[in-house]
């Protein structure tokens, strides 16, 4: 009898059931457990107070990222971040304690955790892979099951190394037709967010698909994944296939030798299969996509560069509305205002969205021969200590400084207001990937973009269309 054709959320969920709950729950095997400093000091301090030990330290990565100063030059006892240095040295002192494998301040493999993740090949195709971060669907773009979790549950993993989980739904996002020139897996994204809303995934396991990302680079689909959650997907992924393979091929974590021609094997072999069945399918024309910038307070609060803020009396809903005018009122903006040309007084290339390589390649090229514009803050911080090594190698650093952009040592630094407060009641353009209100910084009005859209803006000191470029 010819079995039913499964997704691939299907076959990797289906391998890690230890029992099923009822209800729909079933206690999972979790491969892979990420601790970061701010979060994750908690957790190991709570089980360090229970008096249990890890269950399995081998399978456990700790690092320093969220609450680390990332300004140039510091060292593994930097001080300059006071309120964090207490989350820094319990995170090192358990760390070392329990035998986890540990990046501090001063490692080679430092940066931030959904970055570090797929390079260094601890994030591997069918695993389980949990953080107490939400944005650790990220790791989905090297085709895990990744999400994150809170800090009880973190403590649950580190004890037992299982987690109770509810099943999701499923969902298809097919990206369809060639990409055009000056659009990046940013713009998709924020399209993709613009169309379906930020509750569009919620109780959904989103795999990505479609051409263009077939097509796709590994650093693009982690951008993709990585912003699964601003549309309340837990899960976002992108099952293994050739460019997943070549790119882990050789990294420090990743199965050497004949494991690694089993693994192959073995990851090929959870695609999703023809004919499978999605609860629901999304499918975004690639072609009809432009480089896109959000307005407001909510990734979904978005256009493209040539678009103009939304009224909100066009919305027949009362809450819709609501939203809207609080969103107007803190950014500033009247509807009917343009976006390309809006004045612009800081520009931020970092975080675990837009930091890796590539997107520095992206702003650099760009950057080249040209200046940020008078009275712009532009702050560049890598996504990790090996990203910032490449690009230095590639001469990437100098484009950015001649520029007139600071450049930072890795970490989370202005993504969630790590800094010296130097966006405050700014209008900012950021690749990071959330702009609440005072995400950045009190009274920071963040516009979220592509590395390369930041770079222009940077330059032209206001919104403008990377393509002009």
């Known amino acids: 009898m010819t079995a039913s054709p499964r997704t691939a959320f299907e076959k990797i969920w289906s391998t890690h059931v230890i029992a099923e709950l009822g209800g729909g729950t079933a206690l999972l095997q979790i491969d892979r457990l990420f601790l970061h400093d701010l979060s994750g000091s908690a957790v190991m301090r709570a089980l360090a107070a229970s008096g249990r030990e890890p269950d399995s330290p081998g399978q456990v990565c700790t690092v320093i990222d969220h609450v680390v100063s990332t300004l140039p030059g510091r060292g593994v006892n930097d001080t300059r971040n006071g309120e964090g240095a207490p989350m820094i040295r319990s995170t090192r002192e358990l760390s070392h304690r329990y035998g986890l494998t540990f990046f501090d301040v001063d490692d080679p493999r430092q940066g931030i955790v959904h970055v570090v993740s797929p390079e260094r090949g601890v994030a591997l195709p069918g695993l389980t892979l949990v953080c107490g971060d939400s944005h650790t669907c990220t790791v989905g773009g090297v085709g895990a099951l990744a999400w994150g979790i809170g800090s009880t549950e973190g403590e649950h993993v580190l004890a037992t190394q299982t987690l109770a989980q509810t099943r999701p739904k499923t969902m298809r996002v097919r990206f369809e037709g060639p990409v055009p020139s000056g659009v990046l897996p940013k713009d998709m994204i924020l399209a993709l967010i613009g169309q379906v809303g930020a509750n569009g995934g919620i109780g959904y396991a989103v795999e990505f698909a479609g051409s263009a990302v077939r097509e796709m680079p590994v650093e693009g689909r ?6 699964a959650i601003e549309f309340s997907a837990k899960y976002g992924f992108i099952p293994a ?28 072999s959870l695609a ?41 009396a066009e919305q027949a809903e009362e809450g ?10 803190y950014m500033q903006l009247a509807p009917g205002t343009p976006l390309e040309g809006l004045a612009i007084q800081g520009a931020y290339i970092g975080s675990c969205t837009n930091a890796r390589l590539s997107d520095l390649r992206e702003a650099a090229r760009v950057l080249r021969g040209r200046k940020v514009a008078p009275g712009v803050t532009a702050i560049c911080v890598p996504g990790s200590t090996q990203v910032k090594k490449d ?13 007139g952009f600071e450049w930072h040592e890795s970490g989370c630094g202005m993504c969630g207001n790590g800094g010296r407060g130097e966006f405050s009641d700014k209008r900012v353009i950021s690749t990071t990937n959330r702009n609440f209100e005072g995400r950045q910084g009190a009274r920071t009005r963040t516009h979220l973009a592509s590395p390369a859209m930041v770079a222009a803006a940077a330059v032209k000191g206001c919104i403008t269309d990377p393509r002009h470029f």
């Open 320 to 329: 819709v509305r609501a939203q809207m005018h609080r969103a107007l009122d």
């Open 241 to 268: 296939d050739d460019v997943t393979l070549a790119y882990l091929k050789g990294r420090e974590f990743s199965p050497k030798g004949e494991a690694w021609e089993r693994a192959a094997a073995y990851w090929r």
């Open 391 to 403: 690009a230095e190698a590639e001469g990437l650093d100098r484009v950015f400084l001649d520029a």
């Open 272 to 312: 999703t299969d023809e004919g499978a069945v999605f609860d629901r399918e999304v499918t975004l024309d690639c072609t009809r996509i432009k480089p896109q910038v959000t307005w407001g307070t909510s990734p979904m609060q978005v256009v493209p560069i040539d678009g103009r803020v939304p009224d909100p």
């Open 222 to 227: 982690l951008t993709l994944c990585n912003m």
